[in-house]
Nanobody, 122 residues
């Protein structure tokens, strides 16, 4: 059974940092592109960052320069280091896996974690 399990969310003040982790029980983990998405109440799920199976990392413009995604193909994990957090970063954050080459579209992801809440206070 495939599982993606996120951890590391919490409450932080604006300007602070958090590190999210995602452990994936995926066979052949390295063939998947891995993504982070977020969803705030009343809003659609939006792309945050993705690491393609070719090792290239992409970021949404809103987080570029503040967030860093990393991947460990030995431990089958991905991480999202979030610095200089803003109140508008408040959302539930989800880890996801896809074999599609289109890593920005949530509808093309095959597997999702349960999400971890990030709350940034002003």
């Amino acid at each position: 059974q495939v599982q993606l399990v996120e951890s590391g969310g919490g409450l932080v003040q604006a300007g602070g940092s958090l590190r999210l982790s995602c452990a994936a029980s995926l066979r052949m983990f390295r063939i998947y592109s891995m993504g982070w998405f977020r969803q705030a109440p009343g809003k659609e799920r939006e792309f945050v960052a993705a690491n393609s199976r070719n090792g290239v990392t992409y970021y949404a413009d809103s987080v570029k320069g503040r967030f860093t995604m990393s991947r460990d193909n030995v431990r089958n994990t991905v991480s999202l280091q979030m610095n200089s957090l803003k109140p508008e970063d408040t959302a539930a954050y989800y880890c996801a896996a896809t074999t599609s080459g289109n890593w920005a579209r949530p509808g093309l992801y095959d597997y999702w974690g349960q999400g971890t809440q990030v709350t940034v206070s002003s």
